[in-house]
DNA sequence: TATGAATGAGTGTTCATTCAT
DNA sequence: AATGAATGAACACTCATTCAT
């Protein structure tokens, strides 16, 4: 019993610290994050996480990958092959936005993990893995819009999965220089509705024959 | 003659601290810069940088705001109120993707300030009045694409603006995790390239009417 | 033990370090003392002074505060209300020279922290409460001494505070102009011990009946 | 004549310069003085400081060496000599609490020079003629008391000297620490007046016979 | 006489990490 | 498993002083 008692608490602390470290990266990048402050946030003593996780750029990593997987895994649950490809396209690029816009960290995260150039990443096989998935599933949905004469011919599914990522992702991590560019607040429920409609005809237009949009 | 000497190294040291200062905070953010390795870099006394700037803070203001200033005044030098709407439109496509290319430093630093909430540009005045000018610009394109019948009625500058920024700047800030969840070098040249073109249509597409691409 | 230990290390740290602090601001005022040399002179690790104290300035505050607090306590043990009030006051001129000659750290503390306005004794609750006890404590003597017909009426607790205070304090606190300007040993002992006897002498002569002197 | 011009104009700007200095040295101390506030208040250029005074050390020197000169004049211009003793004592209690009240850099300059040890007043000749005619001064005034019967005997003119600065001197200089220990704002005209009277009490007590006071 | 650019040693402070228990 | 004291290297920033003209 005890013995369980305390697997349990190590659980818990482990993911009180991963929680509080996503947190703190996010919100500093990974050079900003202070490990005290992951500490302090997870009501852990840091020791733990040193412990648990060797040291600060392992953190990152670990949090980094997880929130990779998180993102891949909730994309497969929308089950595209099931949906017709134009439906399936509208629901991607749907989801897309609003898994950015719901979950803020995920940006910050890759931002700070491209300044350092992939690092972490490069170490991550899980990653590779779920990535050729989610790749093979919009190309498959490509593939299917294109026989049946709805999409146009020869796009490419790397391409347009950067293009889907880019107009949302672009707008939501540039959000506050936006804002003084723009002289607009784009974070505003108006604002936010009126960009993804956008996006959704930018990439309907993109990849359906005109006579389908 | 003295004279001149006197004044051009005073000018000449501020010039080299904020080229110094430019590369450095690109290639490790504001936090992770190092004032240091800047005034090493800029081969300046690490006092000149305080001397001239103020503080590390306001060194990156001042860079940002140039780097700001710099990109919208090659905009202006397109002149592409001169061109017809479709080629002003395409050129600024163009231009942008190989702006953003060929000056990496901007984008990171853009990253940077979005992670300080554009605290910096904020104070800028004069980085509302070109934005403002940009913004005209491209609205004046898309009302004479649209009077002339080429493009679509409706579209929203802003909205434009951003995506023409959106897929570029996403596919080269994002190139090293891009390189592993794609499986590609994104960054050779048949690869840029075709980045490139894939921008232009995408842009196209959205724009014009069907029957004008 | 092991416990007692730990606790014994940390509470011994902290009592090093404020030691220390007391030694050097004394010698070199707040501005020109040095937290190198204090955390030297305490042989513990910088950064403990400021996981203990917070930063130059609160450490600064802690040790003033308790150097005032240290004076308030002795005259307290004095136990002024138990003698006749001449004798009371004599005992009061006698220990305040003693202990600012004993405590030389006392003074140069004071003239610091005047020299920043007493900013960090504004802060101070617990100043202010010994304080206090303290004037009424020779407002009581002054009392009894008046009702008993040996003081003159009307003399003010605060003046005489005050006086007390400044025959002994300036001797000491310009000792060093003092003894070029007076061109005389100030600090040797027959010259401390004539002061005292001056000092009491114009106590008793300000304060007692002329019959009583 | 431009020779001339010339020659004032060094003259001012070292007289700007001084009267800087002494603000700032009595507003920080020696420590706390900056070199660069001192030119950039006497609008000179700081390397003119270097050029008329050597270093901040040697201009501190000069500034104490005036301050004390300054006070030693305005003592001789009292000419006590031709008042009767226990008025010209009077006088030299009014005047020097007049004079640190209206001249307090007086004060804080000598603090300083305390805190260092009296290491610049050491050097200077001038500062000890001057203060052995001052002390020979209140000397004479003493003995003439004590000739004409007004005056105790066998009081020490240095003790006394002392003892006239201290009741002034500590109470301003400590203003700031004494206003939280006594809970009074030591510096409101009704307070100045009430002090000026109770040190002129203080020292007729202690120098005139009971019955001359 | 006057100037302002330049310097290098230092100053308080912060950080990720390890030690001792 | 968990804690909190301890460390040393680094960091942004400051200073009195000198150089070049």
């Known amino acids: 019993m005890d013995k369980k008692v305390k697997v349990r ?77 134009r439906q399936a396209l509208e629901t991607l690029v749907r989801f897309t936005w609003n898994y950015y816009l719901r979950n803020p960290e995920f940006i910050t995260l890759v931002n700070s993990e491209n300044l350092h150039r992939a690092r972490h990443l490069k170490k991550s096989e899980a990653i590779k893995v779920a990535s050729r998935r989610f790749v093979n599933m919009v190309a498959k949905i490509l593939e299917r819009g294109e026989m049946s004469g709805v999409f146009r011919p020869g796009i490419d599914a790397v391409q347009l999965n950067i293009t889907i990522a880019a107009i949302g992702y672009y707008y939501l991590t540039n959000r506050f220089t936006g804002a003084i560019v723009y002289e607009r607040d784009l974070m505003e429920a108006a604002a936010l509705e009126q960009r993804l409609q956008f996006n959704i005809e930018t990439i309907m237009r993109l990849v359906c024959r005109p006579e389908h949009f």
Chains 1, 2, 3, 4 share one sequence.
């Open 9 to 85: 608490d190590a659980d818990e602390t482990k993911r009180r610290l991963l929680q509080a470290a996503k947190a703190e990266f996010a919100k500093n990048g990974l050079g900003g994050a202070r490990v005290d402050e992951i500490s302090e946030r997870a009501k852990a003593n840091k020791r733990m996480l040193y412990h648990y996780f060797g040291n600060k750029d392992d953190l990152f990593q670990t949090v980094l990958e997880q929130a990779y997987l998180d993102i891949r895994n909730a994309e497969q649950k929308l089950q595209l092959d099931s949906l017709e490809p």
